[in-house]
């Protein structure tokens, strides 16, 4: 869900990127330190994954699903919650999200997946955008063709440039959608990465 940065959130704009991937964070943590943040992330997604799909983000239930995170944590409170840190801005998500579905939400989880697994946050990162113009930006955007068919010409760019990348993409995501079935994870980023990845080679190959 190792790079040193945790590959779950970008660590500069501080947007939480909820891998498919997060229930086995802690035994790929080098330290102590990451496997306690990657427990409250896990609670953070548990809180909103395990609700029922229609019910409507509220003040309650962003101070429960807070609340479990820091009792995850075990470390530093204060920590828990900075808004520089990877619960700090989760909670902000769910606050700039309030009144919406879980289901809405969850969708919106894995648009900031899709970015941050494709570059553009990074990108977005250099351009100096803030983490509240970003959250501001793509809250009101659906993840459609559009948006699919930009992040697959990306992937085409990357392909230009370095030949065999966008196939072994390919290779590592239909694996990781296969373990992500069988393990009954939920499957929605995989599906995305690889209908991506799959239009961008479809062109390539035409």
């Known amino acids: 869900m190792g790079p040193l940065i945790s590959p779950d959130r970008d660590s500069n704009l501080d947007l939480p990127v909820l891998s498919s991937r997060a229930q086995h964070d802690k035994r790929n943590c080098p330290t102590k330190a990451e496997a306690r ?3 409250a992330k896990i609670a953070l997604m548990n809180s909103v994954f395990n609700e029922h799909p229609s019910r409507r983000i509220s003040d309650d239930f962003i101070e429960k699903a807070v609340a479990e995170a820091r009792s995850s944590f075990k470390g530093d409170p204060e920590e828990a919650d900075n808004p520089n840190t990877g619960i700090g801005a989760f909670r902000f998500m769910l606050e700039t999200n ?5 289901l809405e939400f969850q969708e919106l989880m894995t648009v900031f997946q899709l970015l941050h697994w494709n ?13 509240q113009e970003v959250v501001a930006h793509y809250s009101n955007r659906a993840l459609d063709d559009d948006m699919r068919s930009q992040m697959a010409l990306d992937w085409i760019a990357r392909e230009q440039e ?12 239909e694996r990781e959608l296969e373990t992500a079935r069988l393990a009954g994870r939920e499957l929605r980023f995989p599906k ?14 035409s």
């Open 192 to 205: 995305e990465k690889k209908d991506i990845l799959m239009l961008a080679h479809t062109q390539v190959t």
């Open 162 to 173: 370095n030949s065999g990348a966008l196939g072994r993409e390919l290779g590592l995501s």
């Open 119 to 131: 570059g553009s946050l990074k990108a977005m990162r250099e351009r100096q955008c803030s983490r």
């Open 37 to 39: 943040r990657s427990a």
């Open 98 to 102: 309030k009144g919406r579905t879980m």
